[in-house]
């Protein structure tokens, strides 16, 4: 990958365009990697059960090897105007598109693992026909990087963003965040509630107190999601148990073998798309998930990556009681997917638009790109 510096290497507040350029070398050594795979056995008849089936990630990965098209991919992702900056001695990356329209809301979309700014290309469009949209790679995945230092956990990253938003002149702007992006969303919300006009969240977490009222009058549809949350968390003993205590032990793996980095990150867009979906490549494409995984491995942030659920993990406010949000904040849940009952959201943040989709999953900007847009811009609409 390459970078055009407008500034000098000193001027860390800089901002500077920026050009994915991988290159053929990068890709050879991925075709190579691919060939040689000392391919595990399996237990017979389990399924997904224990994870990613053999059969199925060895027809993924010919395909990556053999006919998916990265030079059409990074194509795709370089029409996006591209750009970083240094925070706090962290490289950031980012898109930038701003609307033709002069006094479009600011919009910042944020991801989460084992997401990228890539899962945003279907909305980047029709967002910007009403919003300036900025699009962050999160500090340690992706084009932003490795971690430069200890110590990048929510709180830390949420100021940094607050901070590249005020060098692009924006005093006032939304935020939409999914998954662990929601988090950083109400955590920049707290931080700069008089800059932050509102915040969109999809794949929301939200937990129950120890309290027995916190129970009573759920719904059917709200019960189901309080199983889903026990399955969540059980699934969450697995890679989060990893991440959050051994993520560079994990790292040597996922860093040296394409192949595991491919299963890791399939297994969880297994896991976390919409339930209607038999394989990941059915709820967000092929192509997108190859393409996901690809800036993954040609940026080595596998290990970064799970750095930041060892900061979480490691972070004493993280867990720490807050105070509830004032910042209007909007919700969609997906309902064959996600976990949110609104009584436990509106515990923490001002819940002002409540959404229930019967598509899409914790990858909403890939499966149900339409669905996310018309919800943000009706959120939005209420603000205006």
Same mark, same amino acid.
């Given at each position: 990958m390459t970078t055009t510096p407008s500034a000098t290497p000193n001027d860390d507040a800089a901002i500077r365009p920026f050009h994915i350029a991988i290159s053929q070398a990068d890709l050879d050594d991925l075709r190579d990697r691919l060939a040689r795979t000392r391919w595990s056995g399996e237990v017979p008849g389990v399924g997904w059960?224990?994870? /990613?089936? /053999?059969?199925?990630l060895k027809g993924l990965a010919g395909y990556w090897a053999d006919e998916y098209d990265w030079r059409k991919a990074e194509a795709r992702l370089n029409e996006f105007p591209q750009f970083t900056t240094e925070v706090d001695g962290q490289n950031i990356h980012f898109a930038h598109v701003r609307s033709a329209k002069a006094d479009a809301v600011p919009l910042l979309l944020?991801?989460?693992w084992p997401g990228s700014f890539t899962?945003? &290309?279907e909305v980047i469009g029709p967002l910007s026909e009403d919003f300036h949209v900025i699009v962050i790679s999160t500090p340690g995945v992706g084009f932003s990087g490795p971690l430069s230092a200890p110590g990048w956990n929510t709180g830390k990253i949420a100021s940094a963003f607050v901070e590249l938003m005020s060098?692009?002149?924006y005093d006032r702007y939304g935020v939409q965040g999914g998954g662990g992006g929601a988090w950083i969303a109400a955590e920049m919300s707290r931080q700069a509630p008089d800059r932050v006009i509102g915040i969109h969240l999809n794949g929301l977490i939200t937990f129950p107190s120890d309290?027995?009222?916190?129970?009573?009058?759920?719904?059917e549809g709200e019960q189901e999601r309080l199983a889903r949350l026990q399955n969540f968390r059980d699934d969450m003993m697995g890679f989060n148990v990893i991440q959050s205590t051994r993520p560079q032990t994990l790292a040597y793996g996922l860093h040296d073998s394409p192949v595991g980095q491919l299963a890791w990150i399939t297994e969880k867009f297994k896991e976390w798309t919409d339930s209607a979906a038999d394989l990941p490549e059915d709820a967000v494409g092929r192509d997108n998930l190859l393409t996901n995984i690809s800036v993954y491995w040609f940026t080595g &942030?596998?290990?970064s990556s799970a750095n930041l659920y060892y900061e979480m993990a490691h972070d004493p406010g993280a867990w720490a009681p807050k105070e509830r949000g &004032?910042?209007?904040a909007g919700v969609a849940v997906a309902l064959s997917t996600d976990v949110a009952i609104r009584r436990f959201a509106e515990r923490d943040l001002? /819940? &002002?638009h409540w959404t229930e989709l019967d598509r899409g999953g914790n990858f909403l900007s890939l499966e149900q790109p339409e669905l996310l847009v018309a919800d943000v811009r009706a959120f939005f609409d209420t603000l205006s």
């Open positions: 059960s224990r994870g /990613v089936p /053999v059969d199925y944020l991801h989460d899962q945003f &290309t060098r692009l002149g309290d027995p009222a916190d129970f009573a009058g759920l719904t &942030t596998a290990g &004032t910042v209007p001002n /819940v &002002t």
